[in-house]
């Protein structure tokens, strides 16, 4: 079991900046990838970025050149540093992380994903 905590959400101007911090606990050696997803009123949820445990990242095309994403292996921490935020960028901001599927003995686990509750962020015009 993996529990991801959310902080640093809040109400921004448009131009201006936050920066989110999940905090992982638990089975963490389980975990490689971990990132970030958001989901604006009445739309689905969807992909911000992604960082593996070797450094690998990647974006969504609305926030490159914009965000940032990064990962402290030794607090299990992944950060999301937002600049230049739009009104579009408005939403609820779920930390995720991703257990890879394994096998133990002869049964295979399929991979698995955890999710924290979320933060909102506001961005105002």
């Known amino acids: 079991q993996v529990n991801l905590v959310e902080s640093g959400g809040g109400l921004v101007q448009a131009g201006g900046s936050l920066r989110l911090s999940c905090a992982a606990s638990?089975?963490?050696?389980?975990?490689?990838?971990m990132g970030w997803y958001r989901q604006a009123p009445g739309k689905q949820r969807e992909l911000v970025a992604t960082?593996?445990?070797?450094?690998?990242?990647n974006y969504a095309d609305a926030v490159k050149g914009r965000f940032t994403i990064s990962r402290d292996n030794a607090k299990n921490t992944v950060y999301l540093q937002m600049n230049s935020l739009k009104p579009e960028d408005t939403g609820v901001y779920y930390c995720n992380a991703n257990r890879p599927g394994y096998y133990q003995g002869s049964s295979y686990y399929t991979e698995y994903d955890y999710w924290g509750q979320g933060t909102q962020v506001t961005v105002s015009s």
């Open positions: 960082i593996t445990r070797g450094g690998n990242r």
């Open positions: 638990g089975s963490i050696f389980s975990i490689n990838a």
